[in-house]
């Protein structure tokens, strides 16, 4: 007989969803003051919350744009940095087997956040309330502190005087680190990095997070040939 699979409480499951939804969801006052000092009106910002949801791709585009980019580099650097949520999106479309009515609500909340706790659960139904919990309290508190965010930097003004425009890459490196966990994601940031301060100086705003993105091909080509070459060797070639 085979051993039936682990179940989780739906009263633990929902704890785990709120504490991530919460605790990311704040994050979004950070993109309302960037946003706002990066020049974009409040509505504008606003907007970015509603129909982008995605931090990552948020802060790429209003950051290359306060660095004088051209908006539609700064939409492309966005638009790869938020790729790779279609990919979660496959993983997440077996596990959780929606309904065909609610895919195109469910797809509007398919981030890093929704992802991991879903797949960190031990069965549908606990991946389904995560996903469901995760996605309304991220999506809900996320758009409310993009609002005052961007109503708090037009009240203050100058919000380089303040410093407040370190708190979006700030904030971006935070959620970004915990997720380097592997020596490939190491490497890839680190490269990344790199390229992206390196080339900083002597290419338009917007253009070192595109060539950034190289990193990523760079990487797992150099990891395929170590692969290969070891292969040759453990099979005597």
């Known amino acids: ?14 704890r ?27 509505l504008q910002t606003c907007a970015l919350s509603l129909l982008v949801f995605t931090g990552a791709s948020q802060f790429a585009l ?15 650097g966005a638009f790869f940095l938020g790729t790779r949520n279609a990919f979660y999106g496959l993983r997440l479309s077996q596990l959780l087997a ?10 509007h909340w398919v981030i890093d956040e929704t992802a991991a706790v879903s797949l960190a659960q031990p069965d549908r139904r606990a991946a389904r309330i995560g996903f ?4 309304i309290t991220l999506y809900v508190l996320w758009n409310l ?11 203050i003004g100058d ?11 700030a904030v971006f490196l935070a959620l970004l680190a ?18 992206g301060l390196g080339l900083l100086p002597v290419l338009p705003a917007g253009v070192p997070v595109l060539v950034a993105a190289l990193a990523a091909p760079v990487v797992l080509g150099c990891q395929g040939r170590r692969t290969g070459r070891g292969g040759e060797k453990g099979t005597g070639r």
């Open 1 to 14: 007989m085979g051993v039936p699979p682990a179940t989780k409480p739906d009263r633990a499951v929902v």
């Open 16 to 42: 785990d969803a709120l504490g991530v939804g919460v605790a990311v969801g704040l994050s979004g006052f950070a993109f309302g003051v960037t946003s706002a000092g990066a020049g974009l009106g409040l």
């Open 62 to 76: 209003v950051g290359a744009l306060a660095a004088g980019g051209n908006p539609f580099t700064a939409a492309a």
């Open 98 to 107: 929606l309904p065909r009515s609610v895919r195109p609500l469910a797809a």
């Open 132 to 135: 469901t919990v995760t996605g």
């Open 145 to 155: 502190t993009t609002l005052l965010g961007a109503l708090g930097a037009e009240a």
């Open 159 to 169: 919000t380089d005087a303040w410093g407040l425009d370190a708190a979006g890459p």
């Open 178 to 195: 915990p997720m380097l966990r592997t020596a490939t994601e190491r490497a890839v940031a680190a490269i990344a990095v790199v390229l």
